[in-house]
């Protein structure tokens, strides 16, 4: 079992967080985590700023890519693979018309 968890879970300073979904595209990985990435830095720009609609406009930006990662929501083990991959794909979409692309 133990071997399954480390497949499933990363554990940083006795927290437990969900890895990303293994069976996901590389591409789509990396367009993923680039939202992500673009997120979280944006939720700080915010809260330096004091906007607090950025803040969650940010937040919900960082919520829909760990979503798509399969790293929030469902466990992503416990679903179809077709399921998450086209779950990653529509948080990609989302994410994509959030910037315009």
């Given at each position: 079992m133990a071997d399954v968890d480390s497949e499933r879970w990363l554990v940083v300073d006795g927290r437990r967080w969900r890895r990303t979904d293994p069976s996901l595209p590389d591409d789509v990985v990396a367009a993923l985590t680039s939202h992500l990435g673009r997120g979280r830095s944006a939720v700080g720009a915010a809260k330096?700023?004091?906007?607090?609609?950025?803040?969650?406009?940010?937040?919900e930006r960082v919520?829909?890519?760990?979503?798509?990662l399969g790293e929030r929501g469902p466990y992503w083990w416990d679903e179809p693979e077709p399921d998450r991959?086209?779950?990653?794909?529509?948080?990609?979409?989302r994410l994509d018309a959030l910037d315009g692309d």
């Open positions: 330096r700023r004091g906007d607090d609609d950025a803040v969650a406009a940010a937040r919520d829909l890519a760990k979503h798509g991959l086209a779950r990653a794909r529509d948080a990609l979409r």
